[in-house]
């Protein structure tokens, strides 16, 4: 019992310690983010903004594509790899179970894969920097093609781009070293960069009396590239003297390696994983791309304000915990065969779920009662008068609903992404294939047949969210089954008691979703706050939770 405790420690140290290392990249950066938002939003329009955000979705597009296969890959080869060899050095070679394509392999061998994979990506993905860009430039509108420096903009976001792609290899081996100090230190600095350099241009073109345009958001993207580029370098540089492999394409000598270079396993994996991320990224950018479509460059502006300062929470909080779990379910849990997991490395993975979906479900309860309050009094203070003008306040509200769905949905498919084979990750891609279809229709009825606007996209990804939760749990449930486990939907919910105080507020915050005074705002989310907070400590002390008695 008391190895198993041990073991139970060791196993948390990646997820939990992880963890915060993201979570303090992300409050960082993400403050840094919000206060050169804040200051942009003073010289930048609604137009300008909406422009920026198509940039934003050409980089992005790109850099998932080409990447982000390879990146969830790495989160669970490699590091299976890297554990049958420390037991290969400690002298139990046979307590492992590994699978031929690994075996033999020489020391440098995962970070030197990982490398080599990278520069895949790299020169995947400047191939489709060239191929959007030209596809762009041809469907773009003549608003936004005679938009003030729009073709330096774009040229800049381009550059910008290919330095990320570049700083991959180096990235890959800082990730699979699991270097989150140095990462959080980078990735601080980098968002410092970006926001001191978007403002400084917009100080600087405003001094001149010029029309801004998207400019001082490529200009700052242009800085968070170089800064990554060179920070991860630099870090990754110091492992290759120890780690005995090359920053460089290097061959391998394997017949397993594709031409030498390439690792099978991993190349198969990746493969496996990027019809699913192709998909992905189409339901999680979707409402962006039809609202390009649909919409004016003013409504796109005003979705992109909305869309930052409604998902600040998610990205703050949800994103890295679902990342370091995503990380911790890799190891715990393989994914191929012929590598079977343990059962205390599945009971484990099953209480961290467990704990996730728990706390997730408390902090929808207060996010739902506490949302509708809060928003007026937070917009009168963030805002200027130009952009409190507009009507932000219904799809922010909208946001305080599908933000929890947002949660549950990252740490669901974190855990599909660890676990599943590489045949139910194609299922899970084509799950994904008819919910992007559903999105698509439901994005369109409530855009321009209910006329909810902005709104509607928001009702319309919470409709997408909840499809893919769905196939998700079902995924879940089936999992711990075969392991004689079982994950039900009762031993993650709160209490009775709870949920019904959670309705209760949520109904009355509701009813007073009025125009009010913003004294009695406060005064109503203290109160709520309060009553939440007292029930979920009262009816959680002494509670029969599944996990208490681990």
Same mark, same amino acid.
């Given at each position: 019992?008391?190895?198993?405790?041990?073991?139970?420690?060791?196993?948390?140290?990646?997820?939990?310690?992880?963890?915060?290392?993201?979570?303090?990249?992300?409050?960082?950066?993400?403050?840094?983010?919000?206060?050169?938002?804040? &200051?942009?939003? !003073? =010289?930048? +329009?609604? $137009?300008?903004?909406?422009? @920026?955000? /198509?940039? #934003?979705?050409?980089? &992005?597009?790109? !850099? =998932?594509? +080409?990447? $982000?296969?390879?990146?969830? @890959?790495? /989160?669970? #080869?490699?590091?299976?790899?890297?554990?049958?060899?420390?037991?290969?050095?400690?002298?139990?070679?046979?307590?492992?179970?590994?699978?031929?394509?690994?075996?033999?392999?020489?020391?440098?061998?995962?970070?030197?894969?990982?490398?080599?994979?990278?520069?895949?990506?790299?020169?995947?993905?400047?191939?489709?920097?060239?191929?959007?860009?030209?596809?762009?430039?041809?469907?773009?509108?003549?608003?936004?093609?005679?938009?003030?420096?729009?073709?330096?903009?774009?040229?800049?976001?381009?550059?910008?781009?290919?330095?990320?792609?570049?700083?991959?290899?180096?990235?890959?081996?800082?990730?699979?070293?699991?270097?989150?100090?140095?990462?959080?230190?980078?990735?601080?600095?980098?968002?410092?960069?970006?926001?001191?350099?978007?403002?400084?241009?917009?100080?600087?073109?405003?001094?001149?009396?010029?029309?801004?345009?998207?400019?001082?958001?490529?200009?700052?993207?242009?800085?968070?590239?170089?800064?990554?580029?060179?920070?991860?370098?630099?870090?990754?540089?110091?492992?290759?003297?120890?780690?005995?492999?090359?920053?460089?394409?290097?061959?391998?000598?394997?017949?397993?390696?594709?031409?030498?270079?390439?690792?099978?396993?991993?190349?198969?994996?990746?493969?496996?994983?990027?019809?699913?991320?192709?998909?992905?990224?189409?339901?999680?950018?979707?409402?962006?791309?039809?609202?390009?479509?649909?919409?004016?460059?003013?409504?796109?502006?005003?979705?992109?304000?909305?869309?930052?300062?409604?998902?600040?929470?998610?990205?703050?909080?949800?994103?890295?915990?679902?990342?370091?779990?995503?990380?911790?379910?890799?190891?715990?849990?393989?994914?191929?065969?012929?590598?079977?997991?343990?059962?205390?490395?599945?009971?484990?993975?099953?209480?961290?779920?467990?704990?996730?979906?728990?706390?997730?479900?408390?902090?929808?309860?207060?996010?739902?009662?506490?949302?509708?309050?809060?928003?007026?009094?937070?917009?009168?203070?963030?805002?200027?008068?130009?952009?409190?003008?507009?009507?932000?306040?219904?799809?922010?509200?909208?946001?305080?609903?599908?933000?929890?769905?947002?949660?549950?949905?990252?740490?669901?498919?974190?855990?599909?992404?660890?676990?599943?084979?590489?045949?139910?990750?194609?299922?899970?891609?084509?799950?994904?294939?008819?919910?992007?279809?559903?999105?698509?229709?439901?994005?369109?009825?409530?855009?321009?047949?209910?006329?909810?606007?902005?709104?509607?996209?928001?009702?319309?990804?919470?409709?997408?969210?909840?499809?893919?939760?769905?196939?998700?749990?079902?995924?879940?449930?089936?999992?711990?089954?075969?392991?004689?486990?079982?994950?039900?939907?009762?031993?993650?919910?709160?209490?009775?008691?709870?949920?019904?105080?959670?309705?209760?507020?949520?109904?009355?915050?509701?009813?007073?979703?009025?125009?009010?005074?913003?004294?009695?705002?406060?005064?109503?989310?203290?109160?709520?706050?309060?009553?939440?907070?007292?029930?979920?400590?009262?009816?959680?002390?002494?509670?029969?939770?599944?996990?208490?008695?681990?």
């Amino acid at each position: 019992m008391a190895d198993e405790c041990d073991i139970s420690d060791h196993m948390a140290k990646p997820a939990t310690g992880g963890a915060m290392y993201l979570i303090s990249i992300q409050i960082f950066s993400r403050a840094i983010t919000f206060s050169a938002n804040q &200051i942009l939003l !003073l =010289h930048v +329009s609604p $137009e300008a903004l909406g422009i @920026a955000m /198509q940039l #934003e979705l050409y980089s &992005i597009t790109v !850099l =998932h594509f +080409s990447r $982000e296969s390879i990146r969830v @890959a790495a /989160q669970t #080869e490699p590091q299976h790899l890297q554990e049958a060899k420390k037991k290969e050095r400690s002298g139990n070679p046979g307590k492992i179970i590994q699978d031929e394509l690994w075996k033999d392999s020489p020391p440098n061998s995962a970070s030197q894969a990982l490398v080599n994979m990278s520069y895949l990506a790299a020169i995947f993905g400047c191939l489709m920097l060239y191929i959007f860009g030209f596809l762009y430039m041809r469907v773009a509108s003549v608003n936004i093609l005679n938009a003030p420096y729009f073709n330096k903009s774009l040229a800049l976001v381009g550059i910008a781009t290919v330095l990320e792609l570049f700083a991959e290899p180096c990235f890959a081996v800082v990730q699979h070293n699991m270097l989150y100090q140095s990462r959080a230190a980078i990735e601080t600095v980098s968002a410092l960069a970006k926001g001191l350099f978007s403002c400084g241009t917009a100080f600087w073109v405003r001094r001149m009396g010029l029309d801004r345009g998207p400019l001082p958001y490529a200009i700052g993207q242009v800085a968070y590239g170089l800064f990554i580029f060179c920070g991860y370098f630099i870090v990754a540089k110091r492992l290759t003297g120890k780690g005995g492999f090359s920053l460089l394409p290097a061959c391998l000598s394997k017949e397993q390696y594709l031409s030498g270079f390439i690792s099978l396993p991993l190349l198969y994996r990746s493969a496996s994983i990027f019809f699913q991320s192709v998909v992905k990224h189409l339901l999680t950018q979707g409402d962006t791309m039809i609202l390009t479509a649909l919409s004016t460059l003013e409504d796109q502006g005003l979705y992109a304000l909305a869309s930052n300062y409604g998902g600040l929470v998610a990205r703050l909080v949800f994103q890295p915990i679902e990342e370091s779990s995503r990380t911790a379910f890799g190891r715990w849990l393989p994914s191929r065969k012929p590598r079977i997991a343990k059962p205390v490395s599945v009971t484990f993975a099953r209480s961290h779920l467990q704990d996730m979906l728990h706390a997730y479900f408390l902090l929808t309860i207060v996010s739902w009662a506490l949302g509708p309050l809060l928003l007026p009094v937070a917009l009168r203070v963030i805002l200027n008068s130009r952009w409190a003008l507009l009507n932000i306040q219904e799809p922010l509200l909208a946001y305080c609903y599908y933000i929890p769905f947002l949660a549950f949905n990252g740490i669901t498919e974190a855990f599909v992404s660890s676990a599943a084979s590489n045949s139910e990750l194609r299922a899970q891609a084509s799950w994904m294939g008819a919910c992007s279809l559903a999105f698509a229709f439901a994005a369109y009825f409530l855009l321009k047949v209910a006329d909810l606007g902005v709104r509607g996209l928001v009702w319309a990804n919470i409709f997408n969210m909840a499809l893919r939760i769905l196939w998700s749990f079902r995924f879940i449930q089936k999992y711990f089954g075969k392991h004689k486990q079982e994950l039900r939907l009762r031993d993650v919910l709160p209490r009775r008691e709870t949920c019904a105080v959670g309705i209760v507020t949520w109904s009355c915050t509701l009813a007073l979703h009025t125009p009010i005074s913003t004294k009695t705002n406060v005064a109503g989310a203290f109160f709520a706050g309060a009553i939440v907070t007292i029930t979920i400590k009262k009816f959680s002390e002494g509670a029969n939770h599944p996990l208490s008695n681990q």
